[in-house]
């Protein structure tokens, strides 16, 4: 959520940012200050209402108490009518606030300026790829065609268990999935990140921390009669831990690490692009978020972005990186790039990972400090990213690495899966 400070003091630039997201509801903005102006004017007026019927109150026991009881009788009933208008100013500053964070709510995060324009995955922009794309014989088979040949795993049993989007993995394919889950966090505790074990349910001021709610309530799998949620990533979980802390300016970076699985109704989605593994209800993740000296967060996010590229690397798979146009970042992020491989089967991009920098944005909602130099307290930055998502990943070692004796298994995931070879 946005410092509703930064809102009243550059007004242009937040409505510019939102411009470059395609957002519409400008008039947000002005309802937001306006109201704030009302918040101020109510609290003000009760505070001097309040102040009266103090100093009254002390009066009245003066006046009793030297016996002028017309007088003292007089003060009193000035005083019953100061409380109700302070009932009243009450209400109406609580109105206001309600009004106040209910718009600020709907605004989302604004763009950093180097973020370009756009409304759609077109407007992105490509900042790098690969020289060349793997060629596969004309013969070859997609991933959820290797899985039934090499017995690695069933999209349709896990659709008879649960529903379509919850796959079941088995033999080598299990095993290949728990040596990517432990390669990337054995990377990630190498790299300086503290490994976390979460819960998967969380309740609404978790969800709402992150930005999860009130925006992505269509997406998350809610338990109605706790009101708990099943984590859409491990973000939203490990972001919480610090939650209403103050951190000293000497312990920043913090840098956590998380495997989880995730839970996404990815409501809407049909076609080609989610078959198999593109795109699931159910998976696994490592999710990599850090807590950020504000001036410091860019050069982070540069970090982070090189730190999966070099994961991708290992992996031996071609990758593109792009910087994400205004209109194609989610609701909270102030910058993001998405990291893509390459689908050789397939012919076409998947995105395997997505680093954000949301700046306050986050911290705002969840009161995450630091003190600074002069002993005040700070907003801190908050970043995170995918380091990895297994589906795609998973699913493009799998295409990319077949050949006539079978699926090839990168040579840093050998020790961890115990095997060179899916015969």
Partial sequence: MLPIQLVEQDKKKIINGLKKRGFDKLSLVEDVIQLNQDRKEHKRALDLCLSEANTLSKKIGQLFASGDKAAAEASKSKSLALKETAKELQDKLHKAEADLQFRLEQIPNIPHEKVPAGTCPDDNKVISGPDSLPKLSDDALAHWDLMDKYELGSLALGNKITGAGFPVFSGKGARLQRALTQYFLDTACADGYTEIIPPYLVNEE??????????????????????????????????????????????????????????????????????????????????????????????????????????????????????????????????????????????????????????????????????????????????????????????ALLENNQSTEGIKIPKVLQPYAGFELIE
Wanted: hydrophobic share 35%; with cysteine; charged share 25%.
């Fill in 206 to 395: 978790t969800a709402y921390g992150t930005g999860q709610l009130p925006d992505k309530e269509g997406q998350m799998y809610e338990m109605k009669l706790e009101k708990y949620y099943l984590v859409p990533t491990a973000e939203v979980p490990v972001t919480n831990i610090y939650r209403d802390h103050i951190f000293k300016e000497s312990e920043l970076p913090q840098k956590l690490a998380a495997h989880s699985h995730c839970f996404r109704r990815e409501a809407g989605s049909y076609g080609k692009d989610v078959r198999g593994l593109n795109r699931v209800h159910q998976f696994e993740k490592v999710e990599i978020v850090q807590f950020v000296h504000p001036e410091k967060s860019y050069d982070v996010l540069e970090e982070m972005v090189a730190y999966v590229e070099s994961l991708l690397k290992a992996l031996e798979l071609p990758y593109r990186k792009l910087l994400l146009c205004g209109g194609d970042m989610g609701f909270t992020s102030a910058m993001t790039y998405d990291l893509e491989v390459y689908s050789a089967a397939q012919k076409r991009w998947l995105e395997v990972s997505s680093i954000s920098n949301f700046e306050t944005f986050q911290s705002n909602r969840m009161k995450i400090k630091y003190k600074d130099s002069d002993n005040k307290n700070q907003l801190i930055h908050t970043l995170n990213g995918s380091a990895l998502a297994l589906p795609r990943i998973y699913a």
